[in-house]
């Protein structure tokens, strides 16, 4: 991907999308070799043209979002950012899925559809998955990331979450620890980018935090029904 262009692999074909459109074009026509699991594992076929507001993802985010046209599109920019892997290190984030009512101290409610957004992405890009009780404290916590990775999900972070762990991770090169000789140093140009959900307010005060995160909160549209 390159500022101005995103690509999407399927085992039949790979599509250029645009600020203005969307393109189709045979492997034929590629410039330079791509990962195996760049591909997502199905085929595109022709359709007629559909509108958004028919699918049940349209229907779903514009729900969590209270049906707030501002919120709706800030989350779809959230999700556009997420699918497009280009990154800029002046403007490096962290996505924040949140509850728009957080809970009292120790107490997680949930149940609002962020983890089942998140799951969407896993549908177009390669994610490397952290579910609930992970942090990036413990020992060889980001193995199974690798140059192929697109997104780092953490996935039901903890109370307390170490934010400041991420920092380097998020706007610099991407360290590996792994078992034996196999740690490695990811180059930001092609490290994942980290989208983290959770029941609670992450910690932290002033710059370093506020620069790089960007919060979405979800509204209880659904109650505890997701």
């Known amino acids: 991907d390159n500022k101005g262009e995103a ?111 998140a799951q969407c992405l896993r549908k177009f890009k390669n994610v490397c998955y952290k579910g609930k009780g992970w942090t990036p404290e413990k020992n060889f916590a980001f193995e199974g990331i690798s140059l192929d990775t697109d997104i780092l999900l953490i996935d039901d972070a903890i109370e307390k979450f170490p934010f400041e762990k991420l920092f380097t991770h998020i706007t610099d090169d991407f360290s590996v620890e792994g078992k034996g000789d196999k740690s490695h140093v990811i180059p930001f140009d092609q490290s994942p980018k980290t989208l983290l959900t959770t029941n609670y307010s992450l910690r932290g005060e002033g710059s370093s935090y506020d620069r790089r995160k960007t919060v979405f909160e979800f509204s209880d549209y659904y109650g505890s029904g997701i």
């Open 7 to 117: 690509f999407f692999y399927f085992r039949n074909c790979f599509v250029k999308v645009t600020k203005n459109e969307i393109e189709t074009f045979d492997f034929s026509a590629l410039k330079e070799p791509i990962w195996r699991k760049q591909i997502i594992g199905r085929d595109l076929k022709p359709t007629e043209k559909i509108e958004p507001s028919d699918s049940e993802i349209y229907r779903l985010v514009l729900n969590v979002c209270k049906q707030n046209e501002e919120r709706f599109f800030s989350l779809l920019s959230a999700l556009g950012y997420m699918n497009h892997s280009y990154k800029d290190k002046s403007n490096a984030k962290m996505i924040v899925f949140v509850d728009e009512q957080i809970g009292k101290q120790g107490e997680a409610n949930g149940g609002t559809g962020k983890s089942l957004v």
